[in-house]
């Protein structure tokens, strides 16, 4: 895997979601505020569910593997 994403850097883009959201609620968020490709192929590999919150989010992103 590639370097550590920042969980600063995601929640920046993902700013503005209303919760709950499904990954393909985050996946469309991210891009609209304009993360890389690294970040976008981050959120595509999260189980595909909802997530009740920020932290959710980044608990899923900081345990894929």
């Avoid at 609620?25 to 304009?34: M, Y």
């Amino acid at each position: 895997m590639g370097k550590t994403l920042n969980p600063i850097e995601l929640q920046k883009h993902l700013s503005g979601v209303d919760y709950p959201a499904s990954r393909d609620d985050l996946v469309r968020a991210a891009r609209e505020h304009g993360a890389d490709d690294e970040l976008i192929k981050a959120l595509q590999e999260v189980p595909d569910r909802e997530y009740d919150g920020p932290n959710a989010v980044s608990k899923a992103v900081a345990g894929r593997s």
